[in-house]
């Protein structure tokens, strides 16, 4: 059976549109990695399974780099709404960064708000005046040395003070 030329032409291009668009898919190897709040640093990292943090992801992008990192063009990070505290410094190596043919894209989720917060939160309440007298004296303004708070943070289990 003859095929139309017409039909032809749709049927011949059909196939090459089809080909070409398995063979882009291929090459193209963009891996996404979710975090979320509600994450579990025990899942995949995927969409309907993100990591509960940031260090969870890196730890991936770490992995997958030095693992196939010749085979991935472009990863993401996305970072779902939420706050994300940190008790301790987040430190990036090499690879967690990508480079200009391969990046590795740390990001918030379209239109969502994410907040990372360093710190530890300290009841107002902890603290208390002051009340050594060698250090109130070398307080010149009266108004600052009667506004004066202190608080024990060893008693609150804050022992590393970083470098002062």
Known sequence: MKVPGK???YFSFGIVFSILLILSSCNSARLDIYVSPEGSNES???RLSPFATVEAARDKVQQIMSEE?????????IIREGNYP??????????NSGSDEFPVKYMAYPDEKVT?????SIDP???SPVEDQGF???IISDDA???LLSVDLKSLGITDYGKL
């Not at 990192?69 to 990070?77: A, D, F, Q, T, V």
């Not at 410094?89 to 690879?95: H, Y």
């Open 7 to 9: 039909l032809n032409f």
């Open 145 to 147: 040395r009667s506004a």
């Open 136 to 138: 109130l004296e070398r």
């Open 125 to 127: 309440a902890s603290f």
């Open 44 to 46: 995949k990292g995927s």
């Open 69 to 77: 990192g010749e085979n991935i063009e472009e990863i993401r990070i």
């Open 116 to 120: 990372f917060s360093g710190g530890i």
């Open 86 to 95: 940190f008790e301790s410094t987040l430190e990036f190596g090499s690879l």
